[in-house]
């Protein structure tokens, strides 16, 4: 099923107002097809009005949509996925994800994960999955759902923080690797070795980047709000990296997470 997901794909954090509607839109007449969003994105709405702008059919576009922690507890869920569905303007997206596990373990696993469970039964999402899911986190979300039930991890992975246990652990069993921070907030152009690969191909580190990314089987999802790096992004996927050059960034100095906020499970 998760060979249904478009690996490399538009995320929409801060893609708000007229702007963000239109940095979306050109994202889809560029060629993603392959929107992400989040309750707590506020882009839900701009997702939908730049879908309805581009004339593509429905079914040509790939949503996944994110359930923010405030809707975790009992009886929440359902009724916030209903509310995605009508901000977006669809009847079903494509994939929903528990954006992070609730902090502090404020809710057992089970309240959210059979929630999320009974959405897709009931059809208001055709995958699931998790974000920033931990090894020990992903083993109860199989004891509970079995094995197959959790699509994707959405991670923080790029070159310079390659989170190899946990990416190690997903592909072991058949999770797909959605990496978030994919292009590292632009701070590999001062990598020598990430700009002598691109040198090489005559291409941008972030494109190195994602190619990397996309050689390893990962799904990946880089915003900007400008025409030509999303554009720039977008071509990554017809970039093809050689085994020297996948060996020589899989040695790169790692750095620590950009993304680490209070009450944060405790990581691998």
Request: with cysteine; charged share 20%.
């Amino acid at each position: 099923m998760t060979a249904s997901i478009p690996r490399l794909g538009f995320g929409t954090w801060g893609r708000t107002g007229a702007d963000g509607i239109a940095a979306i839109l050109y994202a889809l007449e560029t060629g993603y097809r392959h929107l992400d969003t989040a309750q707590s994105y506020g882009t839900e709405a701009s997702v939908g009005e730049a879908m309805r702008q581009s004339r593509l059919k429905r079914e040509e576009i790939f949503v996944t949509t994110k359930i923010k922690v405030d809707n975790l507890d009992p009886g929440k869920l359902l009724p916030s996925l209903r509310k995605s569905l009508e901000t977006i303007g669809i009847d079903q997206v494509d994939l929903t994800l528990i954006h992070w596990p609730p902090p502090y373990d404020r809710i057992e696993p089970e309240v959210y994960l059979e929630q999320i469970a009974e959405a897709q039964a009931m059809g208001l999402t055709r995958m699931i999955g998790v974000s920033n899911f931990t090894i020990a986190l992903l083993e109860k979300a199989g004891a509970l759902l079995g094995r197959g039930a959790i699509a994707t991890n959405q991670i923080e992975l790029n070159p310079l923080f390659q989170n190899q246990k946990i990416a190690s652990y997903c592909k072991e069993h058949d999770i797909l690797v959605t990496c978030y921070q994919p292009v590292a907030q632009r701070r590999m152009g001062d990598v020598e070795q990430m700009r002598a690969i691109a040198v090489r191909h005559e291409a941008t580190v972030e494109q190195v980047a994602l190619a990397y990314e996309l050689s390893k089987g990962y799904a990946a999802i880089p915003t900007s709000s400008k025409p030509e790096r999303i554009r720039s992004n977008w071509l990554a996927h017809k970039l093809n990296l050689t085994a020297a050059d996948v060996e020589a960034i899989d040695a790169l100095p790692q750095s620590s997470r950009a993304i680490d906020p209070p009450g944060a499970p405790l990581w691998d």
